[in-house]
């Protein structure tokens, strides 16, 4: 079975601290996603990468930053947390635009609380 | 900024009846239209999607509605059940060389009673 795995489930961290969220996936994609999920607002798109060591921009990409060392792992990376990036985390990887069966594959999210 | 506007915010439905959530967009670029279905604790999965070259598409219970002109799109669940109570994400995407950005709607809880 297809699977993209995020380290922790839920997270409890402090304003300032630095917060490193990991995902691994199994389906040797090219492309891996970071959305943000808060109610009311949707998925929101903060930072993706096609290829390893490349990555592009979301919609949201203020005050974060990711890593892609190897095809399989995606870190998102929040350099001095604050309370507002209190949020569910989505992890997601897919196969390139236009290919059979192209579609996202989610982790089941890490809750991150920022006190 | 590229939007797509999903309403309801919360739907409530008897066993068999028909569901239907709507979205709207503005980019007239946007090539791709799926749905996500997600259940408490998971994340969203793939659950029908459609592109713009037709107008209905038809998976078992599930059927996706496009109107081009109107840039308008909307699921329907025919013989809603309860195991359908879920979030509904509509989304709407363009090509970025090898990667599909999705812009998601804000997401309708659907809830069907027994």
């Known amino acids: 079975d297809v699977k993209v795995t995020q380290s922790s489930r839920y997270l409890v961290k402090r304003t300032g601290e630095k917060v490193f969220l990991e995902c691994v996936q199994d389906m040797d994609h090219e492309n891996m996603f970071w959305y943000r999920q808060d109610p009311g607002l949707g998925l929101r798109l903060i930072y993706f990468s096609y290829d390893v060591k490349m990555k592009e921009k979301g919609d949201i990409p203020e005050g974060y930053s990711v890593s892609r060392e190897k095809k399989e792992r995606f870190s998102l990376i929040l350099e001095s947390a604050s309370t507002n990036q209190t949020s569910m985390y989505l992890c997601?990887?897919?196969?390139?635009?236009?290919?059979?069966?192209?579609?996202?594959?989610f982790g089941s999210g890490t809750q991150l609380s920022v006190l | 900024q590229q939007q797509v506007k999903q309403s309801p915010q919360s739907l409530i439905v008897q066993k068999g009846g028909i569901s239907i959530i709507n979205c709207a967009y503005e980019?007239?670029?946007?090539?791709?239209f799926p749905w996500y279905q997600q259940f408490p604790g998971k994340g969203p999965a793939l659950l029908i999607a459609?592109?713009?070259?037709?107008s209905e598409k038809k998976e078992g219970r599930f059927t996706i509605s496009f109107n081009k002109s109107a840039k308008q799109f909307s699921l329907h669940i025919m013989d809603s059940q309860p195991g359908d109570s879920a979030t509904y994400f509509c989304?709407?995407?363009?090509?970025?060389?090898?990667?599909?950005?999705?812009?998601f709607g804000s997401g309708t809880q659907l809830t069907v009673l027994p």
């Open positions: 997601a990887s897919s196969s390139p635009a236009g290919s059979t069966n192209e579609k996202l594959f």
């Open positions: 980019n007239t670029a946007f090539d791709y």
């Open positions: 459609i592109r713009p070259d037709v």
């Open positions: 989304a709407a995407s363009v090509s970025s060389g090898s990667a599909r950005q999705l812009t």
